[in-house]
């Protein structure tokens, strides 16, 4: 079991400044709208492919595309061999034989995360480890699943099932994408975040509960409204300024394509990655009153919103 960090600790002592001082407990009013905790009519993660899952891929054009790697490990690996380890250590011996298989087939990290909480949404069990690899062609994704590196035992050893999500890059962080500026390191009460985040208690909770002083990455699955981005997309326009005041960095942009593995259902079209310079700079981000003015894009743009805390990879995966 993880221990409690710093984080979590420093959101409690706020949860119970705001009570002691006679805050809104009990109170839902809120000045923009909520992030709903939803989850999917169909929520699954598989170890093995079903071959037809493998059309999504044969289908695509042959150039470049991203496979979206969401991750789930087991308690305790199983198999001969693994016994002693655990889910996690057992699956990281399966990616130390990637690097060359990787490698020999032009495949590219564009980021890993080690998942620290899901805030927004509800799904069991909640994903633990991402990854964008982007392949040189589905020929080159099919001729690596079936030749998959040197020890792919410890795959099935460790994992419990994840999400395989064939994904076209649609933006990437680059040039002209650093930010500037810092974010201010205090934070008003909880009080007044819950009124213009428009996040609960609980979830911000969920955001704190790392390290303060770290960077944080933001993870989101986005469906939008009618399958159209045109509503969510000003929310996008209105938040970009304070983004870039905040210190933030945009890491990745995809639309989601079909399932190799795993399933849900209704599907998102989008998932987004964000890195922080730290947990307060997301927080004043959605607090600041020009993201509270467009936050009604937000709400009426996303059907269904999955937000993630992420920090840096557990997993070497050694390219």
Known sequence: MRSQRPGFLFAAALVASVTACGGTEGSTTSSVPGFEDSALDVYEIEVLPDFSALQSVTDRPNERFVMVNMLVFKDTATGEGFEELTGREAYARYTEGLREAQMAIDS???????????????????????????????????????????????????????????????????????????????????????????????????????????????????????????????????????????????????SYDGFVLGAGEPGFDEQTVTEYPNRAAYLLTLSDPRVSAVSSFRADGLETHWIYTAGEAEIDLGF
């Open 108 to 254: 590219r990290l564009i980021w890993a995360g080690a998942v620290q909480a899901q805030v927004v949404g509800r799904s069991d069990p909640v994903f633990q480890s991402m990854a964008l690899l982007e392949y040189a062609s589905p020929t080159a994704f099919l001729g690596f699943a079936t030749e998959p590196g040197d020890n792919p035992e410890a795959r099935t050893a460790g994992l419990e099932g994840q999400w395989l999500v064939p994904s076209t890059t649609l933006g990437e962080g680059g040039a002209g994408s650093e930010p500037t500026g810092s974010a201010p390191e205090e934070l008003p009460d909880i009080d007044t975040l819950v009124q213009t985040t428009g996040l609960s208690e609980e979830q911000i909770g969920r955001v704190l509960d790392g390290p303060l002083d770290e960077p944080v990455f933001i993870v989101e699955l986005l469906r939008f409204t009618d399958g159209d981005r045109s509503t969510y997309a000003q929310y996008e326009a209105g938040i970009a300024p304070v983004l870039q005041e905040q210190g933030a960095r945009f890491v990745w942009r995809g």
